[in-house]
């Protein structure tokens, strides 16, 4: 009888030691991550996109783990990646910040390398992504909204972008491009890159053009025409 129970005890320990070893091997695995807030919106379409610049929010990462289940702020264990800086900067600790140089909607991303999970189990080349939409509202308007003039681009064809130096206007045709206001009496500067198919840029209505380069004497409301050829 002793050997019996002896046996059965030996058993069950086993058992548990196995069940012990499999609960382990799995370990705590990250599966998922949201961003919060998911959307952020910035601007109004009566404010041209310049003063929009600025910080936005503080955004918050929040893994999803299994083994066991579990959410946990990962904020600071995250990389943070804006798909377009002309619109936002995002900081390592995931501050959102708008740049005032670009309207339209970007994403902003959180990645997580999970080489290994909790329990030391190797996962090498695992991703793990989440994202969040930030928009800022285009400029509609026709004025400054400050007693400043403001330029506006328009597009006549083809593909490229154009720059403003200072800062302030940058966009991309095919795509919107906001008006944005400069103080009065600023000479800007405008710069076209042909891109695709495109070559060369040309300015018809620019006061002052040499090659792909406009430049403005802004003393008033203006608005200048780039074609792409």
Known sequence: MNGKWL?????????????GLNSCAHGQQLVSIEIQPGVETVGTSTTPVAFDAGPIVQLRALGTYIHPPVTKDITDQVTWVSNTTGMFTVSATGFLTATGESCGGTLVSATANTN???????????????YMTANVVCYTGTGGGSGNPALTLTFQGGTGTV???????????????????????????????????????????????????????????????????
């Open 116 to 130: 290994t999970s909790a329990g030391g189990i190797s996962s090498s080349g695992a991703i793990v992504t989440g």
């Open 163 to 229: 720059a403003s130096n200072p800062l302030g206007l940058s966009c991309t045709n095919p795509g919107p491009c906001a008006t944005q206001v400069f103080p009065s009496g600023t000479p800007v500067t405008l710069t076209a890159t042909p891109t695709g198919t495109s070559t060369t840029a040309t300015w018809p209505d620019c006061p002052s053009s040499s090659a792909n380069i406009c430049t403005v004497n802004l003393t008033g409301n203006t608005t200048v025409t780039v074609a792409f050829n």
């Open 7 to 19: 046996s059965i005890v030996v058993l069950m320990a086993v058992a548990g030691l196995l069940l």
